[in-house]
C-alpha cells in the first residue's frame, strides 16, 4: 500500500516527528575535514545506515538522506561531479531501507554554493543540478525532497521547481533565519520567514518551515510568523540544540532532550506540524520531542 503524503497527514491533525543531526554523527563515527560525507552512502553505507535507522527508532516518522551537499556544484569540490546520480541514488536507498514501508524519507538537497545574484552561475545551470539530484533521489526511494538551509529565495524556488516538474515527490522547503539587532528575523540575503514561505508556496512547495540558526525557542517566534500568514500550509521545523557555545574550538550545543520536550509542545502550539532536530541534537533528543507531544 503506497505511504500517505506528509502535506495529507498533517492536514488530518497529525503531529509528526523528523529525524536530528547528521553532520555530527559522521564526524563521530570517523569522517575527516574535508572529506565528502555524501561519499560514505557509497563507500561506508553501513555506518550511514546505523545513522538513519538510530532515528527511526528513535521515534522519528520520516528521515533524512545523507545528500546535503549532492549537487555537483558541491561534489565538484571533491572530485565528484560525475557521481551526482549514484551518490544521490544510494543515499535515498540507505534511508529508504532504515525507513521501512511504514515511515518517510524526506532526503535533503542543500544550497548548491553558488550565488544567482552574483552570476557565478546561470538560473538554467542551477536547475539542471538540482533536476539530476531530484531525480537520483527519488530512483533511490525517498518520498520527499527536503530542500533546506536556504537563503535566497531566486534559490529555493529553482529546487523546488525541479523537484515538482521531474519528480513525483512532495518538496519541502527550509531556511535559515538569525535575528537581527532590530530583533527580527532575516535569511543570510535578507529575505524574512514571511518572503519565504510566500514565494515556496508560490514555486509549489507542499511543506514550509525553517532549520538551522536557531534553537526552539526562537523558532517558535519564526513559526508564529509564518502561520499568521497562512493558516493552512504545513509548516515543518529542524532546530538546533539552542545556541551554540564555543568551547577550546569546538561548537557546544548546550539544549538537552529535556530542554527541548518542554518546547516541542510550545512550538507546535505556535503552528508547527512537523518537529525535529538539527545541528546538535541527536535520538535522545528526538525521543523525548515525541514524547513531549503525543
Known amino acids: 500500500m503506497a505511504r500517505q503524503k506528509i502535506a495529507e497527514a498533517v492536514k488530518s491533525g497529525k503531529v509528526l516527528i523528523s529525524d536530528g543531526a547528521w553532520g555530527t554523527f559522521l564526524q563521530k563515527k570517523g569522517m575527516k575535514p574535508g572529506e565528502a560525507p555524501e561519499l560514505w552512502c557509497v563507500e561506508k ?39 551526482v546520480a549514484e551518490i544521490n541514488e544510494a543515499a535515498a536507498a540507505i534511508s529508504r531501507k532504515a525507513a521501512g514501508e511504514n515511515n518517510w524519507v524526506i532526503a535533503s538537497i542543500g544550497p548548491t554554493g553558488e550565488i544567482l545574484v552574483m552570476e557565478e552561475v546561470t538560473e538554467e545551470e542551477m536547475y539542471d543540478a538540482f533536476k539530476v539530484q531530484a531525480i537520483a533521489l527519488e530512483k533511490g526511494g525517498s518520498d520527499a ?3 533546506e538551509t536556504m537563503s535566497d529565495i531566486g534559490e529555493a524556488v529553482l529546487a523546488i521547481k525541479a523537484v515538482k516538474e521531474n519528480t513525483k515527490m512532495e518538496a519541502i522547503c527550509t531556511f535559515s533565519f538569525e535575528r537581527n539587532v532590530r530583533g527580527e528575523y532575516r535569511t543570510m540575503m535578507g529575505v524574512s520567514p514571511v518572503q519565504a514561505m510566500n514565494a515556496a508556496i508560490e514555486a509549489g512547495a507542499d511543506v514550509v518551515g525553517t532549520n538551522c540558526g536557531n534553537g526552539l525557542e526562537r ?7 509564518m502561520r499568521a500568514e497562512n493558516k493552512d500550509i504545513p509548516i515543518l521545523v529542524h532546530a538546533n540544540a539552542g545556541l551554540p557555545h564555543n568551547v577550546d574550538g569546538k561548537d557546544i ?3 538537552t532532550p529535556e530542554d527541548m520536550a518542554a518546547l516541542a509542545p510550545k512550538i507546535v502550539a ?25
Open 45 to 83: 553505507p553501513d555506518d550511514v545506515y546505523e545513522i538513519a535507522k538510530s532515528y527511526i527508532d528513535a521515534g522519528a516518522d520520516m528521515v533524512e538522506a545523507d545528500s546535503f551537499g549532492g549537487t555537483r556544484f558541491k561534489l565538484a569540490h571533491y572530485g565528484l561531479k560525475d557521481r
Open 145 to 147: 525532497a527536503c530542500i
Open 219 to 225: 523558532m517558535i517566534e519564526i513559526v508564529k510568523e
Open 253 to 255: 550545543f548546550p539544549d
Open 270 to 294: 505556535a503552528g508547527a506540524n512537523i518537529i525535529g532536530g538539527c545541528c546538535g541534537t541527536t535520538p535522545a533528543h528526538i525521543t523525548a520531542m515525541k514524547k513531549a507531544v503525543s
